[in-house]
């Protein structure tokens, strides 16, 4: 199984980013996929989470500005930032859960310009 994390690049702030995570080659369901991000030097920071079911939670740092979904029959989850900031700046990894595995894709880097 492999995630693929896509849809970093450039942006200016206040801009908005939508970051795809696609699982492949999984022969069981998907239960929670999340999105983390880290900034050189720094630990990975938890940005949000979706179960199978749909329930959502949002990490402090994009609450009130960001939104996460997936589509199980996919394989795939999608995180939207709007109004980015030059902190947004990061590597983002997204991970899945996965036969009581937690499964990590490699990063996509934003960077926000100011």
């Known amino acids: 199984v492999q995630l693929q994390a896509s849809g970093g690049g450039l942006v200016q702030a206040g801009g908005s980013l939508t970051l795809s995570c696609v699982v492949s080659g999984a022969k069981s369901q998907i239960d929670a996929m999340r999105w983390y991000r880290q900034t050189p030097g720094d630990v990975r920071v938890f940005v949000a989470v979706i179960t199978r079911s749909g329930d959502t939670n949002l990490g402090d740092s994009v609450w009130g500005r960001s939104d996460i979904s997936r589509d199980n029959a996919k394989n795939t989850m999608w995180l939207r930032i709007d109004k980015l900031r030059p902190e947004d700046t990061a590597v983002y990894f997204c991970?899945?859960?996965?036969?009581?595995?937690?499964?990590w894709g490699q990063g996509t880097l934003v960077t926000v310009s100011s």
């Open positions: 991970n899945a859960d996965y036969l009581d595995e937690t499964i």
